[in-house]
């Protein structure tokens, strides 16, 4: 006799199935941030209640580069703050699927809410559209349930390995492997080679202002010059006419 | 050194803001739709802030006291093309790790 049908359960599982491969970058990227915390004279409690506090890797690297430039709290708060702000979206995106949940499963979802979840949550609705509130709910919890103790357990991997590591062994450049790592897989349109390539001169060119603050400057032209040309270029698209917009 | 009092600031500001940003929508806001500028603008955040949060230390690095290092540049570019070309940051991650141990042996 087969087991009952339990479609949320199955939901469940097929979040975890899915996310698991993301191990492959969660793992050296949470070590990354324990052992720098580490080297930066970070203890134990103190890396670990940062990676539980604020949950989002890009973030706490950038806070912790700006920690170590003793750089104004305004501009350590603005800038991580900046990195965050992607997720405003996704908690826009998910509201008209989740949003019907019990406001406490919202509360923890919200704290649940990293890029994987987001991401892998959000193609398995457009994917199934006939989805119930349980079987979403489901999926986003599997989507999360195995990055969280990786997150948290590599950070911690990653702090005591620091401890053991000799400074001379110079990590100084580990940092902008792993942001631009991150960063050149996103550059999917014209819009965001502009966005990134705009951002990184205009930091680079404004370095005379004090504290970081060319790197707000930068990043807000650049961010503001993307969205203007997406909307430029979809706007020209749909002055087309129809034969030429199919590409024919 | 990490001075304590901003450290735990950062940790407990950060990490309230952070959530507020997460809950926003999902938990108060449900009905309510960003403007169209807003949202189109969110989603150049990640690739503005963090290329030029690290661009000053490829060009610059602090390592060798601001004088521009051949492993480093070439490290960068390589870690760049790869991502790109691949769309795997683990891929990218390792070329330039890669590239940045082995050039000062080509060298």
Redesign the interface.
Known sequence: MSAPANPARDSYLRGVRAALPFA??IV?FAMLFGLLASE???QLY?IL??SV????G??QF??L?L??D?AP?LV??A??????????????T???H??AAP?GI??V???L?VDQSFALSVAEYDKRPNMTLAEKTAYFFGAVTPVLPLWLGSTVAGALAGRAIPPEY?L??A?????????????RSW??AL??G???V???AL?VLPYGTG?LV???I???A??AL??WREKAAQKLPPQQRTGA | ???RT??W???????L???A???????L???H??PG?L?????????????????????W???TIGAPDAA?LL??TV??????A?????F??LA??VT?LGVPFLL
């Open positions: 492959v970058v050296p930066a004279g970070l103190e209640a940062f506090s604020v949950f989002a890009a973030s950038a806070a580069h920690l170590q003793q709290m350590i708060l800038t991580s703050l900046a990195v965050n702000l992607r997720m405003l979206m996704y908690s826009v998910l509201a008209p989740l949003g406001l919202r509360a979802m919200a704290y809410l110079a100084d450049f940092v902008p492997i792993a942001f631009l790592a991150m960063t050149a897989p996103m550059i819009p965001h966005a990134a705009l951002s990184v205009l930091t680079l370095t790197l930068g990043a807000s650049g961010m503001a993307g969205a997406e909307y | 050194m990490i001075d901003q450290f600031t950062v940790v407990v500001v950060l990490g803001a952070t959530y940003i997460r809950f926003s929508f999902l938990g806001l449900g009905n739709a960003l500028w949202q189109r603008s969110l989603r150049y955040t990640a690739v503005a802030v963090l290329p030029a949060l690290v661009a000053p230390a490829v060009l690095p602090a390592a480093r490290a960068a870690t760049v093309v790869v991502g790109l691949s769309r795997q940051m683990i990218a991650a330039g790790v940045l």
